[in-house]
C-alpha cells in the first residue's frame, strides 16, 4: 500500500474514533463547540499516523494507540488555535477555514485551547490508556516535557523573539526541534513507552521523531512560500511579511532539500541497526521530501 494511501485510511480510522471520544467528554455548549470546530478541522493527522505506525511495531492495543492518538492531536489542535491568535501569528484562516477566533471570538478561542490541552491529560491519565499508573505517569512526564518551555510552548516562544532579529541556523533549528519536532518525537516514542521497550529503543524512537519533525517544518515553510491559499488553506507568505526567521531565509531553496537529505543520511548512518530491527520506518523519513514533488 503506498504511504499517501495508508495514511489517510489511516486518518479515516482516527477521525471516527476521535470524533466519538470528543462527543463522550464534551457537551453543547459554546465552548465544547469551538473545541470540537478546533479539533475536526481536516487534518492530516501525521501525529497520529506516526503512532499508529510505532504502535504496529509494539504491538499495542489498538485502542489504546487511538486514545495516545487523541491527546496527541488535542495538543496539537489547542497549538494552532493559539498560534493563529492575533497576538500571536495572526492567520484568520486554518486549513481553508475561519480560524477558531474568527468563527467564534479570541475569548472562546484562548478557552478552547485550553481546555483542548487539559483533555489531553485527562485522556492519557485514564486507565483507559493503559492499567498500570506508573506507564501512565511516563507518558504524561513525557508529554508534559514535549508541550513545556523546553517544547512547543517554548518553541512558539522562540518563535515570536525571533521576529525581525539576526539569529544563525542553529537557533533556527533549535526553535524547529522545540515547537514542532518535540510532539512528533513524543508521537513516535509514546507507543515504546506503552508496550515497556528497552530504553534505548525508547530513545532511537525518539530521535526518529525529532528528525521527521525538523523535516516536517521545513518543508512546511518551503510549500508557504512556494503554494497559494486554495493548497494551504492558511495565508501564504505570512513568514516572510512577518519576519519570521526560517532556514529559508538562510539556506536557498534549492539547497534545502540537500539539507535535509544530508540529515537523513547523518541519522541513518548512526541508526543501522535500529532501521535493520524496524525496517517499516525507513520510507518514512522520506514522506516529508516527497510532499515537495
Known amino acids: 500500500m503506498q504511504l499517501n494511501t495508508l495514511i489517510n485510511k489511516k486518518k479515516i480510522e482516527f ?13 453543547t455548549d459554546l465552548l465544547s463547540k469551538a473545541m470540537i470546530y ?3 478541522n481536516g487534518g492530516k493527522r501525521i501525529r497520529p499516523f506516526l503512532i499508529s505506525i510505532f504502535s504496529d511495531i509494539a504491538k499495542i492495543n489498538k485502542k489504546r ?9 488535542s495538543i496539537h489542535s489547542y497549538s494552532l488555535v493559539h498560534d493563529d491568535l492575533p497576538s500571536m501569528d495572526n492567520d484568520d484562516f486554518r486549513r481553508g477555514k475561519p480560524s477558531t477566533h474568527k468563527k467564534f471570538n479570541e475569548a472562546t478561542a484562548i478557552l478552547a485551547g485550553d481546555a483542548l490541552h487539559d483533555l489531553a491529560f485527562e485522556i492519557i491519565s485514564d486507565k483507559k490508556t493503559h492499567p498500570n499508573s506508573n506507564i501512565r505517569i511516563a507518558l504524561i512526564n513525557k508529554l508534559s516535557q514535549s508541550v513545556g518551555v523546553k517544547g512547543l510552548a517554548g518553541g512558539q516562544s522562540l518563535d515570536l523573539i525571533f521576529e525581525n532579529k539576526k539569529v544563525n541556523i542553529s537557533n533556527i533549528i533549535s526553535m ?7 510532539l512528533f518525537s513524543f508521537s513516535c516514542c509514546a507507543p515504546f513507552i506503552l508496550s515497556q521497550k528497552l530504553k534505548k529503543d525508547i530513545n532511537f524512537a525518539y530521535e526518529f521523531g525529532k528528525l521527521f519533525g525538523l523535516i516536517f517544518q521545513i518543508t512546511d515553510d518551503i510549500l508557504d512560500e512556494k503554494l497559494d491559499f486554495k493548497f494551504l488553506g492558511k495565508t501564504p507568505g505570512k513568514d516572510r511579511k512577518q519576519g519570521k526567521n526560517t532556514l ?3 539556506i536557498k531553496l534549492n539547497k534545502l532539500k540537500n539539507f535535509c537529505l544530508e540529515e537523513i543520511k547523518k541519522f541513518e548512518n548512526k541508526n543501522i541497526f535500529f532501521l535493520k530491527k524496524y525496517p517499516a520506518l525507513r520510507n518514512l523519513l522520506y514522506y516529508n521530501l516527497d510532499r515537495l514533488i
Request: hydrophobic share 45%; glycine share 0%.
Open 15 to 27: 477521525d471516527i474514533f476521535y470524533k466519538d471520544l470528543l462527543n463522550s467528554y464534551l457537551s
Open 38 to 40: 478546533a479539533s475536526m
Open 65 to 73: 494507540s487511538l486514545r495516545l492518538s487523541a491527546s496527541v492531536e
Open 176 to 182: 524547529y526541534e522545540m515547537k514542532t519536532a518535540a
Open 248 to 250: 529559508i531565509s538562510k
